[in-house]
């Protein structure tokens, strides 16, 4: 047993958490928010600079091999600083269809771009009128001649339009799969806007868009198994992103009691305040030990792995909204105002929860699973 | 970063598991399934049966009886022990006073007492709280006045748990009242029979009586009876309610009631107490509480493994203790929703129940009640969060 991180993980974790705290102030934050893409490039760039993008590619695609800690690490330290860049969506979610869906020549032919800070992917899966987090699709794929065609309305896509490359997930006569399509490709409309959490999000509709047969991720039919693998990763790295925004909440939360003066005094002085405060150190330190414990938990056994990383999304889900709305209340009116973190922060909190199956969807999955422990034996 | 334990570790699970099973008599486990209320005899009998295995205070250091375990090891013990359904021995002899003499104890004093408190020759009660004195034990007044060779004792203790059967009480008397008040404060040793000592009965809500009220009229207790020093009382008792954490938050327990309540569920639903509605309801909150346990666990975990390597203040184990209560208290509180009108009836101790498996339901209510006592006791948990608070967010 040990919560230690190695040489090369402190190092890591010190790098990126430096890069955060000196290039990417709340105020450099605002400012990227302002340009018409909504973030940073030369924020990017900066992530690029270091290898982290190449972080969870293997080492033959050019990648690092980092596993579950390591990116634990580096979440945790974007979360810090409420980046909307799209690490997430290009690395997490889209790189992690390519490790565990795409076939070799498909991961040259992208990889390369994605390490490099100069192709930005995102997956269009989710659709309106099904459930909220799911595996499946109505975007339809029809195969004629050697090429495919898709139709569909994708919602919520995270970064789609800067995408250069989306993700389809549509389902063909073998259930669900998916499908790389070049944002430029005929037929394809995206409609971008601004998530509540300051990250663009996108519409984008396919109207008998055609893509060669290389544009298939893996096999017809693989979509279902490759986005839950993805997804369990996925979600054990937006845990971890929730403890960086919990702890720079917490963090923030406390300063503002030790130097607020009311009544004459400072109101971290109040028994009140106090108790409460703790109460938040308390759900941000429960919330810590489920990011580890996801973190742990991807390469073990996969029923033990996938109740491991829904009780590590489940208590993310409730303490983000204990922080996030404790930290708001404490900081009076100031914290519901547009021009301070804090209130960015709870809204990247509550984003967290929604995102990849909320509290509840992740309760339901483990009542299903008879619970978080295995079967007593 | 990894969560098995060692090859190690796990062999001296297997080990204590083991000896357990041999060594825990099949009535005191019957008892503590069925949460019946363990009698002296019973935990006496419990503890020597430890103590002649060397495991009775195992955190005591080696040449006193100790075992020179690891933090793990000792995680390991206490969650064996609680999965194995065996009481905890005297928490008074084992995790109060005998590490006080181990730590301030003249060799006169250890040589008396040491053994004997292991082996409960000797049963010890706690005399801390006063009626003005509880959260703000330091503004305790029970009088010690020094005459000739002895202290004249005159005042009252409350809550004194297992007073009406203690042979030596361990406690704070105020010996000067003119300075800060947690100065003046002395620790002392008192034999129960000496003369002056009255013990009155309190019953809790749980329908027992382990609490008392002790009442002190001209009781003369030797000088020698001091633990450190006159007026350094309190520096003992923060010794006292400070330093073993590799177990407080008590998963192992939490963890024997989580797998009660999972047979409970499959048991009720089976026999159509449980409505369909009711089962998907109770599935859910249990849900909700392993995650809960799960992240405390976890927790707890991180500070045994910082332990390890010399531990030091931190912040996941600041949250243990009020954590901790508040699982356990929320467990027995689930019980009691499943023992629902049933439940209602009170637990005979001098008749078994005819249905071995239905002791459950009367002693639900009478464990939910008492279970209320571990927020309180050692600090209550408000008094736990100012200390946080104050040490380890500065406010």
Redesign the interface.
């Known amino acids: 047993?040990?919560?230690?991180?190695?040489d090369e993980?402190k190092m890591l974790q010190e790098t990126v958490t430096r890069f955060v705290a000196g290039t990417y102030d709340f105020q450099k934050r605002e400012h990227a928010l302002r340009t018409p893409e909504g973030w940073s490039r030369e924020a990017y760039a900066g992530l690029a600079e270091m290898g982290l993008l190449a972080l969870p590619f293997a080492e033959e695609d050019g990648g690092f091999g980092g596993g579950g800690?390591e990116m634990m690490v580096v979440m945790e330290a974007l979360g810090r600083g409420l980046m909307v860049e799209p690490f997430f969506a290009t690395v997490v979610l889209a790189g992690g269809v390519l490790r565990h869906g795409a076939l070799a020549a498909q991961r040259a032919a992208i990889v390369p771009g994605i390490v490099e800070g100069t192709r930005i992917l995102a997956l269009a899966h989710n659709e309106k009128g099904l459930p909220r987090h799911t595996l499946t699709a109505r975007t339809t794929a029809a195969p004629s001649n050697g090429t495919w065609t898709l139709d569909g309305r994708k919602i919520a896509v995270i970064h789609g339009q800067s995408a250069d490359t989306l993700i389809i997930s549509a389902m063909t006569d073998k259930g669900l799969s998916l499908f790389l399509v070049d944002a430029g490709t005929e037929g394809v409309t995206i409609e971008g806007t601004r998530g509540y959490d300051g990250v663009p999000i996108a519409a984008v509709a396919l109207s008998a868009v055609t893509v060669p047969a290389d544009a298939l991720i893996g096999a017809d039919g693989q979509g279902e198994a490759i986005l839950s693998a993805m997804f369990e990763e996925a979600t054990a790295a937006l845990v971890a992103e929730g403890v960086g925004a919990m702890a720079e909440t917490f963090d923030v939360t406390?300063d503002y009691?030790?130097t607020r003066q009311q009544f004459g005094v400072a109101i971290?002085?109040f028994?009140a305040?106090?108790?409460r405060?703790?109460?938040m150190?308390?759900q941000?330190?429960?919330?810590?030990?489920?990011a580890?414990?996801a973190?742990?938990s991807l390469d073990i056994d996969a029923d033990q792995r996938s109740r491991?990383i829904s009780?590590a999304k489940?208590?993310i889900g409730k303490a983000g909204r204990i922080i996030g709305q404790e930290a708001v209340q404490m900081h009076g009116a100031i914290g519901i105002t547009a021009e301070y973190k804090v209130g960015h922060a709870f809204k990247r909190l509550t984003a967290i929860d929604a995102l990849l199956g909320d509290r509840d969807w992740h309760?339901?999955q483990?009542?299903e699973k008879?619970?978080?422990?295995p079967a007593?034996t | 970063?990894?969560?098995?334990?060692?090859p190690e570790?796990t062999a001296f699970r297997d080990e204590v598991r083991a000896f357990l099973k041999d060594a825990l008599p099949d009535d005191l486990r019957q008892k503590m399934i069925n949460r019946d209320h363990l009698t002296k005899d019973d935990t006496v009998r419990w503890q020597r049966i430890l103590n002649a295995r060397g495991w009775a205070v195992t955190h005591w250091p080696v040449q006193y009886g100790g075992q020179a375990w690891t933090p793990?090891q000792r995680y390991i013990f206490q969650e064996e022990m609680a999965l194995a359904h065996a009481p905890e021995g005297s928490p008074f002899n084992v995790n109060m006073i005998g590490p006080v003499l181990c730590e301030f104890g003249t060799d006169a004093q250890k040589e008396q007492f040491l053994a004997a408190t292991a082996n409960i020759d000797i049963w010890w009660c706690q005399g801390f709280s006063e009626p003005g004195a509880g959260s703000d034990l330091a503004s305790l007044k029970t009088m010690a006045v020094r005459d000739g060779d002895h202290y004249v004792l005159n005042g009252q203790k409350i809550w004194t748990t297992q007073a009406q059967h203690a042979d030596w009480m361990f406690g704070l008397f105020r010996t000067d009242s003119s300075g800060r008040k947690q100065q003046g404060i002395t620790f002392l040793l008192l034999d129960m029979k000496t003369p002056g000592i009255t013990v009155r009965p309190i019953e809790t809500i749980d329908g027992e009586h382990d609490a008392n009220e002790v009442f002190f009229d001209d009781v003369r207790v030797p000088v020698e009876n001091i633990i450190g020093e006159e007026g350094k009382g309190w520096d003992v008792a923060k010794h006292l309610l400070g330093s073993e954490r590799s177990g407080i938050a008590r998963i192992g327990l939490s963890?024997e009631r989580?797998?009660q309540l999972?047979e409970l569920e499959s048991r009720l639903a089976r026999d159509g107490t449980l409505t369909e509605e009711e089962q998907?309801r109770l599935?859910?909150k249990?849900?909700?509480v392993?995650?809960?346990?799960?992240?405390?666990e976890?927790?707890q975990?991180?500070v045994?493994?910082?332990d390890a390597h010399g531990g030091g203040a931190n912040?996941?184990a600041?949250?243990l203790k009020?954590?901790g209560t508040e699982m356990q208290q929320r467990m027995t509180e689930l019980v009691t929703e499943l023992a629902g009108p049933a439940g209602l009836s009170m637990p005979d101790h001098d008749h078994a129940p005819n249905d071995p498996g239905e002791g459950w339901v009367a002693a639900a209510a009478p464990f939910y009640f008492t279970m209320r006592k571990v927020s309180i006791f050692g600090g209550s948990n408000?008094v736990q969060?100012?200390i946080?608070?104050k040490t380890?967010?500065?406010?």
Do not use: P
């Open positions: 047993m040990d919560f230690d991180l190695n993980q800690v406390v009691l030790k971290g002085s028994q305040l106090q108790h405060a703790v109460d150190l308390m941000l330190e429960l919330s810590r030990s489920m580890i414990l973190a742990l491991n009780a489940a208590q309760l339901a483990l009542v008879r619970g978080v422990y007593a | 970063m990894k969560l098995d334990f060692t570790e793990a963890k989580l797998s999972r998907r599935a859910h249990l849900a909700e392993e995650v809960e346990l799960r992240a405390l976890l927790t975990l991180r045994v493994a910082a912040a996941a600041s949250i009020v954590k408000e969060k100012n946080i608070a380890m967010l500065g406010l």
